[in-house]
């Protein structure tokens, strides 16, 4: 490891602002005695300085290039009051087990932020630093928001508070499925699959990300073949039933104009994609606010950024963020199914999504406390590559609150949609009955679940067909605070 | 048809001993129980008529048991559910809800289409015996 260097700003004012060249550390961006305010708005970055890039001064780089600075001394910064518009990097410490890497912590003063715009925001904390030359690589880990701050959000539209309400649904995790294919379908056999899958016993039927309105299937199309397969296993079951309606368009207005016709037919719930943007995502979400809708978010394309460790964003931080914006459902993964995510990372995100607090948690990747200050609560989504097998282990990494989406889980079934359906409600219901008795379903699931197949065909089916089903890669965003990478399940 | 509502529909029939288990989680985990119950299971039908307030004070899931048994008596073709109240704030919901008892002949909900504009549907249940 190498020593740190301890720079100190330059306090001469002539000294300071004559023209030329400083290093961010004279400039005023790192202060290793500096104490975070409680109105400070908090960064943790994982950097990788260049070949010879002093950690310290690259720290403070970032807390530059994230605030006010900019290559040179200007003089004009002493017309204002320029200390608090500082960032300042205040701890850098090298990341366990990771030569060349360092954690590197920034607080930025309440100023700098309009209140309510994760546009503001992102611009501030990411808008220039991930292209900074003198770093190889840059990653923002976690956040940690000012009470006051999230206050100025009026976060989820709903929140899963309310949705079980009017779901009327409540004690054990809600269960849906993704239509597949997801390309092709006919308007009306998009329908069947959505009828099929909530008679069998799925509260929740779901559009996939990129099903918008493509030659095969005009949106109108989709939303009315839907709200009548709704409609009609809501009177075949006596239970509340939704489907997702994929609301995202080019522009806002055909975003609206598609929300407003999944109103007029009466759908609990619409949905968009993550890459609609942030701007968008904050004023579908004052839309839904407006007309008592749920808001589904699906977060395609956060891959692109989230995975590596070394560059990009944590999701935790997208989640974070998504959560101030307001959306009610948030996919966050599954830790056991086809897709990338770590269990005890992975059970990161959804403590951000719903707790009312966070405490530090670093094996999970939690960094920071957080006071949600009341914001109402993220319901996380499991969706990608999970069968009823991994009933147990689902609901022992995750609890009751969140939907489990099992796509081809239950499409795929060989008895048939419904009988895929209802393979997973009995699992589900059985598992929850059995971990309320007090049994180990951690030990016992798979037990749980054959004593279920005795009595229902469609389990058995299922488990005969998906049980030993397993996705074991190593996965790359893990904890740096475990010993070794935990493995998937 | 079989109203699918509440934690444990697809199950077969909870017996009194797994509802005991049920109630006795609910009892443990701080949260009140409340016995409903209603001739009409239309799904937006919010308010079932309470048997009583839900039981704040009680730690003995005897006692629920005692409560569900009297409402059995005096609506035995009902639908009852126990619902288990959760006073944490940012909760301060109901935390679970399973149906205890049904009618032995469940009614059916019938559907009513009616044409709105364009190709749209404005859709109506009523519940039927």
Redesign the interface.
């Known amino acids: 490891m190498n020593e740190l260097s301890n720079p100190q700003e330059i306090t001469d004012k002539k000294k300071r602002y004559a023209a030329g060249v400083l290093k961010y550390a004279q400039m005023g961006y790192w202060d290793g005695d500096y104490e975070p305010k409680d109105t400070d708005v908090l960064a943790l970055f994982r950097i990788t300085p260049q070949e010879g890039v002093d950690p310290i001064e690259a720290a403070a780089a970032v807390a530059g290039e994230s605030s006010t600075a900019t290559w040179t001394v200007v003089w004009t910064d002493r017309l204002t009051a320029c200390d608090s518009y500082r960032a300042k990097a205040y701890k850098v410490e090298p990341v366990p087990g990771t030569p060349g890497q360092y954690f590197c912590y920034v607080a930025y003063d309440l100023i700098l932020f309009e209140e309510g715009s994760i546009a503001n925001l992102t611009a501030s904390i990411i808008g220039n630093v991930f292209s900074f030359k003198p770093l190889k690589a840059a990653r923002l880990e976690d956040m940690r928001f000012p009470v006051a701050y999230v206050k100025t959000y009026k976060g989820p539209p709903t929140g899963l508070?309310v949705e079980?309400?009017r779901l009327?649904k409540?004690?054990?995790p809600l269960l849906g499925a993704t239509t597949k294919p997801k390309l092709g379908l006919s308007g009306k056999n998009y329908g069947r699959v959505v009828y099929e899958g909530l008679k069998g016993?799925l509260d929740f039927m779901k559009d996939d990300e990129n099903i918008n309105s493509q030659p095969f299937m005009h949106w109108r199309d989709r939303f009315?073949y839907c709200?009548?397969a709704v409609?009609?296993a809501?009177?075949?079951?006596?239970?509340?039933k939704g489907h997702y309606l994929n609301i995202t368009a080019g522009t806002m207005e055909e975003m609206y104009r598609r929300a407003e016709f999944a109103k007029?037919?009466?759908s609990v719930i619409v949905m968009v994609d993550l890459i609609i943007g942030w701007t968008a995502i904050q004023s579908i979400s004052e839309w839904c606010r407006q007309n008592d809708m749920i808001l589904h978010m699906h977060r395609a394309g956060h891959g692109t950024y989230t995975r590596q460790k070394s560059h990009g964003i944590s999701f935790r931080v997208i989640a974070k963020w998504l959560r101030l914006a307001g959306v009610d459902h948030l996919h966050c993964g599954t830790a056991v199914g086809k897709l990338e995510g770590d269990p005890l990372t992975v059970q990161g995100y959804y403590n951000v999504c719903r707790e009312?607090r966070n405490e530090v948690d670093l094996p999970r990747g939690i960094f920071f406390e957080q006071d949600w200050g009341?914001i109402k609560?993220v319901m996380p989504v499991a969706s990608g590559g999970i069968h009823a097998g991994q009933m147990h282990q689902l609901i022992d990494l995750f609890g009751d609150d969140v939907v489990l989406q099992f796509g081809g889980g239950t499409i795929g079934h060989p008895m048939g949609i419904q009988a895929g359906a209802?393979a997973n409600?009995?699992a589900l219901?059985?598992m929850?009955?059995a971990r309320?008795?007090?049994r180990d379903i951690r030990n016992e699931g798979p037990e749980i679940l054959r004593e279920?197949a005795k009595?229902c065909k469609p389990l058995e089916a299922a488990l005969e067909t998906w049980g030993n089903i397993t996705f074991n890669y190593t996965p790359t965003d893990t904890s740096d605070f475990v010993p070794t990478a935990t493995p998937a399940m | 048809m079989r109203i699918t509502q509440g934690c444990f529909s697809f199950l077969p029939d909870l017996s009194d001993a797994q509802i005991t288990a049920q109630v006795e989680y609910c009892l443990e985990n701080g949260w009140a129980i409340g016995v409903e119950y209603t001739d009409d299971p239309h799904p937006r039908n919010t308010y079932w008529d309470m048997w009583g307030n839900p039981m704040f004070d009680l730690r003995d899931a005897k006692g629920v048991m005692m409560e569900l048994d009297a409402c059995r008596a005096a609506h035995p073709d009902a639908y009852i559910r126990l619902n288990a109240f959760d006073d944490t704030r940012g909760v301060e919901s109901v935390k679970m809800s399973f149906i205890v008892n049904r009618p032995s002949e469940e009614p059916t909900i019938h559907m009513q289409r009616t044409d709105f504009e364009g190709r749209t549907q404005k859709y109506a249940w009523d519940v039927r015996r």
């Open positions: 508070i079980r309400e009327d409540f004690g054990k016993g009315l709200m009548e409609n009609h809501t009177a075949v079951t006596g239970e509340v007029q037919l009466g009312t009341d609560k209802t409600r009995v219901e059985a929850v009955l309320n008795e007090g279920a009595w």
